[in-house]
């Protein structure tokens, strides 16, 4: 899910005990955020404050791995097969089901 995604769905439906956003409108990959402490738990009335800094650039090669599926699995046999005999498919299939994911636009072609 891309930063903007992210912070549209925090704005409209924000998970109990937690305030998050950006720290200013100029920089939407640094946030602060507060989180209140569980009732019932040593942390209750607990205000907790954290920083997220989200990475402006997604190496690709860390999301290499995931594009190898376990071809043992019986629940991806589709996508081992289409592994196994058009590879160039696959990667273009994974390659944007991940940009998807990242809201970035889709490849026609790797």
């Not at 009335?45 to 019986?74: C, M, T, W």
């Not at 590879?87 to 994911?101: M, S, W």
């Amino acid at each position: 899910m891309c930063v903007f995604a992210f912070l549209a769905k925090l704005t409209l439906n924000p998970p109990e005990g937690i305030i998050a956003g950006p720290i200013s409108e100029d920089n939407f990959f640094e946030w602060e955020c507060l989180i209140t402490g569980p009732d019932e738990t040593c942390f209750e009335n607990g205000v907790f404050p954290a920083k997220i800094i989200f990475p402006q650039v997604i190496h690709r090669r860390s999301l290499r791995k995931s594009y190898e599926p376990n071809d043992e699995s019986a629940a991806n046999v589709n996508a081992a097969k289409m592994w196994r005999e058009d590879r160039a498919q696959f990667e273009l299939i994974a390659d944007n089901l991940v940009r998807k994911t990242l809201c970035l636009p889709p490849n026609t072609s790797l």
